[in-house]
């Protein structure tokens, strides 16, 4: 499945070049089985579904998912106006120059720095 693939290799490329995308963040970005699990589960295997699958249905098929939601969800969960602004921005920059950079690593041409991308295509990926 090249999408998961790809995944994979920008998960691979954030981590070998954090000094590149920024240095004010060490972040460790990963991808686990579980995480494959969850985008089995999440997306692969219900892509022609009509309605989202509610996370209680998800939970149950996904070992683990529980736990992470009561780890990791329940933190942003709080009222926005209670997140620091200035990191929750920077940590968004910091994914987007990691994406962008990732894009020119595979001879995507980045035409504008900021979001929205324009992105061209290589001229192999083009022609197909």
Not at 81 to 105: R, T
Request: glycine fraction near 2%.
């Amino acid at each position: 499945m090249k999408d998961i693939e790809l995944y994979k290799e920008l998960v691979n490329f954030c981590n070998n070049n954090k000094d590149e995308i920024e240095t004010k963040f060490d972040r460790k970005v990963e991808f686990t089985e579980f995480h494959e699990s969850c985008f089995q589960e999440m997306y692969v295997k219900i892509k022609e579904e009509p309605n989202p699958i509610a996370p209680k249905i998800l939970k149950e098929r996904v070992e683990g998912l529980t736990e992470c939601y009561k780890k990791k969800v329940a933190p942003f969960m709080f009222r926005r106006n209670k997140m620091i602004k200035g990191l929750d921005i920077q940590l968004g920059q910091w994914y987007e120059k990691a994406f962008q950079l990732f894009l020119e690593s595979k001879d995507f041409e980045i035409a504008k720095k900021c979001l929205p991308l324009a992105v061209s295509l290589p001229a192999e990926i083009a022609k197909k």
